[in-house]
């Protein structure tokens, strides 16, 4: 697994508002839901990329075939983040894609999900200026950052049953 700093990753995640999620499932036992559906009670806007599923909703989110089909930043505010969550041959083709889109969404970041690891992908997004992630889930380290995970010893090398501080009370990240 490629290593991030631990402040590369919260960076990362206090900023974000507004995720583009390429491959979000309406199937209830996919793990893009599972994530979809945290991210969303965790307080990000998730937008659902799917060809698909375009025009139906997944949890409540009007799903898009492509990123060139979400509105323009100046009506749903910017797109700081493209998750992908396909498998890692398509990691290309969709940062190609991030890219052409970049300045009209305003993305900023280009996350690969666990086991998308592109390092294709990941030099199109680097020499377009974006921050990229790779084999990391965003919901996962949400978890592991806000104190969520701490409980079972992940993270902290300790089991114990004290909630770790990080974000501030109650070991969130801070957002409303």
Same mark, same amino acid.
């Given at each position: 697994?490629?290593?991030?700093?631990?402040?590369?990753?919260?960076?990362?995640?206090?900023?974000?508002?507004?995720?583009?999620?390429?491959?979000?499932?309406?199937?209830?036992?996919?793990?893009?839901?599972?994530?979809?559906?945290?991210?969303?009670?965790?307080? +990000?806007?998730?937008?659902?990329?799917?060809?698909?599923? /375009?025009? @139906?909703?997944? !949890? %409540?989110?009007? #799903?898009?075939?492509?990123?060139?089909?979400?509105?323009?930043?100046?009506?749903?505010?910017?797109?700081?983040?493209?998750?992908?969550?396909?498998?890692?041959? +398509?990691?290309?083709?969709?940062?190609?894609?991030?890219? /052409?889109? @970049?300045?009209? !969404? %305003?993305?900023? #970041?280009?996350?690969?999900?666990?086991?998308?690891?592109?390092?294709?992908?990941?030099?199109?997004?680097?020499?377009?200026?974006?921050?990229?992630?790779?084999?990391?889930?965003?919901?996962?380290?949400?978890?592991?950052?806000?104190?969520?995970?701490?409980?079972?010893?992940?993270?902290?090398?300790?089991?114990?049953?004290?909630?770790?501080?990080?974000?501030?009370?109650?070991?969130?990240?801070?957002?409303?």
């Amino acid at each position: 697994m490629p290593g991030y700093p631990d402040s590369l990753i919260k960076s990362i995640l206090r900023s974000v508002k507004t995720i583009a999620m390429v491959g979000a499932s309406a199937n209830e036992i996919r793990p893009s839901y599972f994530a979809m559906m945290y991210l969303l009670n965790k307080g +990000y806007k998730v937008i659902p990329i799917n060809p698909g599923a /375009a025009g @139906k909703t997944i !949890l %409540g989110q009007t #799903v898009y075939a492509s990123l060139k089909d979400v509105p323009n930043s100046s009506e749903i505010g910017p797109v700081d983040m493209v998750d992908i969550f396909r498998e890692a041959k +398509y990691a290309p083709e969709i940062a190609r894609e991030v890219v /052409a889109e @970049k300045d009209r !969404l %305003g993305v900023k #970041v280009l996350w690969m999900q666990l086991g998308v690891i592109s390092e294709e992908a990941e030099r199109i997004g680097r020499d377009a200026g974006l921050t990229v992630i790779m084999d990391r889930c965003p919901k996962i380290e949400h978890g592991r950052f806000s104190g969520e995970m701490g409980w079972l010893g992940i993270n902290r090398k300790v089991i114990d049953n004290r909630k770790p501080l990080l974000f501030g009370k109650g070991g969130s990240l801070g957002k409303n």
